[in-house]
Each structure stands twice: as C-alpha cells, then as structure tokens.
C-alpha cells in the first residue's frame, strides 16, 4: 500500500510474468487488480483460516465472575483502531457498568493504548492482556469478539473467533465482510 506509481508498475511488470497469486480475500484481490495493476485473471482467492483444533468441538467457559465479556485480539497498531474501539466502550460502559472489555495483543500503541483507557477513564473495565498464546482459551470465555479494524485482508482472530461459535461484531471494511458473511455461512 505505500508503495509509489514507480514501484507499482515495476510490480505490475512483474505480475504479468507469474502463473497466477493468491490473495486472502476477495478484496485484496480488487486491491491489487486495482491498485497494483496485477491482471486480475491470474488472482485467486484463499482465504485465512483457523487452525484445525479451533473447528473441533469445544465448551464455552463462562468467567466465574458472571460479567460479559467483549474481547478483542490482535496487534496494538493505528489500523487497528483501538482509540475508536475505547470511546466505544465509554458509551456502553455508562449504560452497563458491568461490561468487561479485554484488549489482547502488543505492538507499537501498547503504551498509548494504556494511556487512552487512563484518559477515557476505563481501568476498571478493560484488561489490557498483552500478547497471549492462550487465544482459544480467551474466545472460548468472551461472550463477544470484536474486530474495528479499519482495514483488514481476512483477520485469522475472526476466523478463530467463527470457528468457535463465539459472536462477532466486526467493522466494515476490507475482507470483515467477506469473512463475516461468505465464510460464516459456509460454517453453518
């Protein structure tokens, strides 16, 4: 995406060459039909998916403390919209003060993010987990995920949260969608 005409067209010339390339969406696919001049007969789709233990039965696990939950998971970066997501909570916060918000995840807005639940004044209702390898274990207990991203290709925490009948809410954007509406209905 940040790449100048100059290089788009390098890659373009490449493109031309390959056999064909896979994207993780549909959307990707238009991006770099559309975008990266790639001919758009040569792109195929195949989407991310959860791994296969994330499909096999499991029991939901609902946190002892009985308040609901709302988690989100994934890198702590701008497109993620992590900021957005915190306001968000605010409002529902004064409406259901039992609400519990979970914030899985690292990255270069780890520390700002800590400032921003200070700022909106949510200490008390989000859980800033940093980088878990335990995300099964954190879906199976939500009683949301959500994804407000701004962009996104085809997110594997959706896929993973799908997998496992946990609901999701996710921004329209990029492959959310696609993923959201093709893929749950072929899981269903």
Known sequence: PS??????LIHAELYRRVDAMVAVSGTSCRYLSEREYAPASKLRVIHNSA???????HERQPRRDGRFTILTAGRLAEVKNHRRFLEALRLVVRQHPQVRFQIAGE?????????????????AHVELLGFRSDVMQLLLQADVFVLPSLSEGCSVALAEAMALATPVIGSNVGGIPEVMEDLGREWL
């Open 3 to 8: 790449r100048r005409l100059g290089g788009r």
């Open 51 to 57: 791994r296969p233990e994330f499909f096999e039965p």
């Open 107 to 123: 990255g270069p807005l780890s520390e700002q993010t800590a400032a921003w639940v200070r700022e909106l004044e949510l200490e």
